[in-house]
């Protein structure tokens, strides 16, 4: 994967997206192989990767009486940010995740888009180079879906993305590049171009629908 691009795992649910993510994370340790983040081994040096590392689960994980601005501030805290940056560095967040006039709103008030905003905020809070977004636009509507596709495109500048999702119209615009998973083995990696000249294949599907016209016999009245 590369700087200031995003990097799309592509596949059905259980191809092994939320797996590889947890592995990147450190949830989990690598039964064999490894990876290295800017660097970094993950096997020997997770606390390092960590430091560079934002993450976005599947699920919203927010403090519900908390407000937008103490979410980012706290985790802004957490992630080691000098406290006289803080205020600056959450204010541009909010600012581009579009949530500048909800930012005292408490996040139990925000919609779902929002909140889902919110947690990619919170991804990038904390100066987050190498970001993981699982399923970043789950549960939320096409408006927000397009809302979310542009911020995380304003945001790619001097990060790493990688987002897993189940949409291919989302990896095809999103993506700089694509990998196909599917039973836990990656299948291909490649643009987007690269993938449908490969691999793409195309039908044409027609469909009939016969028309029953249906006559009322007149009536003959007789005098």
């Known amino acids: 994967m590369y700087e200031d691009q995003i990097t799309a ?17 450190g949830l989990y340790s690598p039964t064999s192989g490894t990876a290295t983040v800017y660097g970094k081994d993950l096997r ?4 390092a990767v960590r430091e560079v590392l934002g993450v976005c689960p599947q699920y919203n994980v927010l403090f519900t009486h908390l407000t937008v601005i103490e979410q980012l501030k706290l985790y802004a805290a957490l992630k080691g940010t000098p406290d006289s940056q803080i205020e600056n560095e959450v204010r541009s967040i909010i600012q581009s995740v579009s949530l500048c006039d909800k930012t005292n709103d408490l ?8 909140k889902r905003r919110l947690c990619i905020g919170i991804a990038l809070v904390g100066g987050s180079r190498f970001v993981i977004l699982d399923e970043p636009t ?39 590049r694509i990998a196909l998973l599917s039973g836990g083995k990656l299948i291909s990696l490649g643009s987007s171009l690269f993938l449908k000249n490969n691999y793409g294949e195309s039908f044409q599907m027609i469909a009939c629908k016969k028309v029953r016209l249906y006559y009322p016999k007149k009536k003959t009245s007789i005098a």
């Open 44 to 47: 020997a040096e997770m606390q």
């Open 107 to 114: 996040a139990m008030t925000l919609s779902g888009g929002m």
């Open 138 to 176: 789950a549960g939320v509507d096409v408006t927000s879906r397009k809302e979310i596709w542009s911020l995380l495109q304003n945001n790619k500048k001097g990060r790493t993305i990688l987002l897993s999702t189940h949409h291919m119209d989302e990896a095809d615009i999103l993506s700089d």
């Open 9 to 25: 795992l592509l596949g059905h649910n259980g191809a092994g997206k939320t797996t590889t993510m947890s592995l990147l994370c």
